[in-house]
């Protein structure tokens, strides 16, 4: 006769596990926590926002603690003129970056086969597209890794216009992950 018990015992505490579910970044332990913005957002000055601050899920995270993260986003926009360019940034407050690389694909026109491609080593650094085209669907897709420094601070995906002649609109379906590089389960 086999025991059930090392099966009950380990259908516990992946039970338990999973109902901890995504703690605030910096928890250090392989998990995410995922915001997707949910009202539109007009871009239209050169000044940074927070991407989703108008709405109820910025695309902000806190950090508690120094550790190696992982960050993903998809950003999509409309512009409104045919002038300027997006611009997005990761920022920091109260926290610095070492060993980051972010990498951006932007795909300026929906149908186009063509993508702008562009990497930034800094936090605060403009990923910036292509100048825009009026009406035009674009997507920003961002995949970068860091290690941060203790905070307590903050993490956001910001956004900016290049010049104040005209402005995008984010859509409230843009998303962003931040992930602290750990143990995953």
């Given at each position: 006769?086999?025991?059930?018990?090392?099966?009950?015992?380990?259908?516990?505490?992946?039970?338990?596990?999973?109902?901890?579910?995504?703690?605030?970044?910096?928890?250090?332990?392989?998990?995410?926590?995922?915001?997707?913005?949910?009202?539109?957002?007009?871009?239209?000055?050169?000044?940074?926002?927070?991407?989703?601050?108008?709405?109820?899920?910025?695309?902000?995270?806190?950090?508690?603690?120094?550790?190696?993260?992982?960050?993903?986003?998809?950003?999509?926009?409309?512009?409104?003129?045919?002038?300027?360019?997006?611009?997005?940034?990761?920022?920091?407050?109260?926290?610095?970056?070492?060993?980051?690389?972010c990498d951006m694909?932007?795909?300026?026109?929906?149908?186009?086969?063509?993508?702008?491609?562009?990497?930034?080593?800094t936090l605060d650094?403009?990923?910036?597209?292509?100048?825009?085209?009026?009406?035009?669907?674009?997507?920003?897709?961002?995949?970068?890794?860091?290690?941060?420094?203790?905070?307590?601070?903050?993490?956001?995906?910001?956004?900016?216009?290049?010049?104040?002649?005209?402005?995008?609109?984010?859509?409230?379906?843009?998303?962003?992950?931040?992930?602290?590089?750990?143990?995953?389960?």
């Open positions: 006769m086999t025991s059930d018990k090392s099966y009950s015992v380990e259908s516990r505490l992946n039970a338990l596990w999973n109902h901890l579910g995504p703690v605030a970044a910096g928890g250090s332990n392989g998990q995410r926590q995922t915001f997707m913005t949910d009202t539109a957002q007009t871009i239209s000055g050169t000044s940074q926002v927070t991407v989703g601050v108008n709405g109820g899920f910025p695309l902000q995270w806190a950090i508690s603690r120094a550790g190696r993260y992982l960050l993903t986003a998809k950003i999509i926009y409309i512009p409104s003129g045919s002038v300027g360019s997006a611009i997005l940034r990761i920022h920091g407050a109260g926290v610095t970056a070492s060993n980051l690389r694909v932007n795909w300026a026109l929906q149908g186009v086969q063509q993508a702008l491609i562009s990497e930034v080593t650094a403009d990923l910036q597209s292509s100048t825009m085209t009026s009406g035009a669907v674009g997507t920003f897709y961002l995949d970068a890794g860091m290690s941060l420094s203790a905070g307590p601070g903050t993490l956001s995906v910001d956004a900016r216009f290049s010049t104040g002649a005209s402005n995008y609109v984010i859509q409230p379906y843009s998303q962003a992950t931040l992930e602290s590089a750990g143990q995953t389960s």
